[in-house]
């Protein structure tokens, strides 16, 4: 028999947490989500957006982030268009492509804009930036926005990283805060509003029962990935760390079924590799020989070896620590090989990927492992 989940999301009781004065027939609606915008019992969020369209507002226009709508853009830096939807008859405006943040051609017809989109605690994953940006936009057209809040799937306890030097902002990272920042979707919007958005009408929708210590599994909510390479909160556990070699010519496991696991290329040597990783002692984690072929992205149809990462203890582990120590040990190892990509990245066109991802110059990656 299913048991209720542990925490309750706004979106469960849509009705009793809506602010009362934006409860009207004829309020126009915007709504931001994507394919883990759901409640409790996997009911999308638009399903319940549509059944209180007419009573506590109008459903007027969708928005979606970066991977689309619908979560099918595979890769990063891959577009899409807006689009009529055919079935509910609503305008779906594009936030990754033309437009990242919302024209006032698109807020024009709305009264409010809604936000639900699922964070998974690491500074690189653009939603945050997408509700950012929305932050922005309503703010200067006057619009109240409110945001769904939501777990923070890695707890709300660790934090990890250095925020990022003012120069080094990017679509990865608009304001400087930790890579792993510890927050709920709606604790960052606060955030925003207090140091960079004053003025905005933010109201914040609350969620019942979640504990700051909690991982997404303790939660009882059910797991919807994201974007397509985010399929497990074990890829979760590991992004804040392993995102970053999205920067160089390693495979980080795109194109495989265990992404941000798996690592490697065609000219490692996986033995090496694990026993000067193992050697490091990182705390919660065993590293594991292995061979993979990655169906597209880097070294596609090419057998690379490396590593899988499994995590023995998630409350000791550091995944910060763990990605920036396989990348120095890869560029020790093998300098003839091992080369950080050039741009652009995530709409940089200058500053090379590892630099906006790591917020600070390239001779300063290291940073980060000098903390404990």
């Given at each position: 028999?299913?048991?209720?989940p542990?925490?309750?999301?706004?979106?469960?009781?849509?009705?009793?947490?809506?602010?009362k004065?934006?409860q009207?027939?004829?309020l126009q609606l915007?709504?931001?989500l994507h394919?883990?915008?759901?409640?409790g019992?996997?009911r999308p969020?638009?399903t319940h957006?549509?059944?209180q369209?007419?009573?506590l507002?109008t459903l007027?226009?969708l928005?979606?982030?970066?991977?689309g709508?619908?979560?099918?853009?595979?890769?990063?830096m891959?577009?899409?268009e807006?689009?009529q939807?055919?079935?509910?008859?609503?305008?779906?405006?594009?936030?990754?492509?033309e437009?990242r943040?919302?024209?006032?051609?698109?807020l024009?017809p709305?009264d409010?804009?809604?936000v639900?989109?699922m964070?998974v605690?690491s500074r690189?994953y653009?939603f945050?930036w997408?509700?950012?940006?929305?932050?922005?936009?309503?703010e200067e057209?006057g619009?109240?926005?409110v945001v769904a809040?939501?777990p923070?799937?890695?707890?709300?306890?660790t934090?990890?990283g250095?925020p990022?030097?003012?120069n080094y902002?990017?679509?990865?990272?608009?304001?400087?805060i930790p890579?792993?920042h510890a927050?709920?979707?709606?604790?960052?919007?606060?955030?925003f509003?207090?140091e960079?958005?004053?003025k905005?009408?933010l109201?914040?929708?609350p969620?019942?029962?979640?504990e700051?210590?909690m991982?997404?599994d303790?939660?009882?909510?059910?797991?919807?990935?994201?974007s397509p390479?985010?399929?497990t909160?074990?890829?979760?556990?590991?992004?804040?760390?392993m995102?970053?070699?999205e920067?160089?010519?390693?495979?980080?496991?795109?194109?495989?079924?265990r992404?941000?696991?798996?690592?490697?290329a065609?000219?490692?040597d996986g033995?090496?590799l694990?026993e000067?990783?193992?050697?490091?002692d990182?705390?919660?984690v065993?590293?594991?020989?292995?061979s993979?072929?990655?169906?597209f992205?880097?070294?596609a149809?090419?057998?690379?070896?490396?590593?899988?990462?499994h995590v023995?203890?998630r409350?000791?582990?550091q995944?910060?620590?763990?990605g920036l120590?396989?990348?120095r040990?890869?560029?020790?190892?093998?300098?003839?090989?091992?080369?950080?990509?050039?741009p652009?990245?995530e709409?940089?066109t200058?500053?090379?990927?590892?630099?906006?991802?790591?917020?600070?110059?390239?001779?300063?990656?290291?940073n980060d492992l000098?903390l404990?």
């Open positions: 028999m299913a048991h209720a542990r925490v309750l999301l706004p979106i469960d009781q849509l009705p009793e947490v809506w602010p004065d934006l009207s027939p004829t915007g709504a931001v394919p883990a915008s759901v409640d019992s996997l969020t638009l957006l549509r059944e369209s007419g009573s507002f007027a226009a928005f979606g982030p970066q991977h709508f619908e979560g099918t853009t595979q890769d990063n891959i577009e899409w807006g689009y939807d055919g079935r509910w008859q609503l305008p779906v405006h594009s936030l990754y492509g437009h943040e919302p024209s006032a051609e698109m024009e709305l409010a804009l809604f639900d989109l964070d605690g690189y653009t945050i997408t509700l950012f940006l929305c932050m922005k936009a309503c057209r619009m109240p926005i809040d939501r923070n799937p890695i707890n709300g306890l934090v990890e250095i990022q030097d003012p902002l990017s679509f990865v990272g608009l304001h400087p890579v792993r927050k709920t979707i709606g604790e960052l919007a606060r955030q509003q207090e960079v958005f004053p905005v009408d109201r914040i929708l969620m019942d029962g979640w700051r210590a991982w997404w303790e939660t009882g909510l059910p797991w919807v990935l994201p390479n985010m399929p909160l074990d890829t979760a556990t590991v992004y804040p760390g995102c970053l070699l920067a160089c010519n390693l495979s980080e496991g795109r194109g495989t079924t992404p941000f696991e798996l690592f490697g065609p000219w490692i033995e090496e694990v000067t990783l193992e050697s490091e990182l705390p919660g065993h590293f594991r020989v292995v993979f072929e990655p169906t992205h880097k070294h149809q090419q057998v690379c070896q490396g590593a899988q990462i023995l203890d409350d000791v582990y995944p910060l620590r763990v120590t396989i990348l040990s890869c560029e020790a190892l093998w300098p003839e090989h091992f080369a950080w990509n050039p652009p990245y709409y940089e200058e500053k090379l990927p590892i630099e906006i991802l790591i917020g600070r110059p390239v001779d300063q990656v290291w000098n404990k």
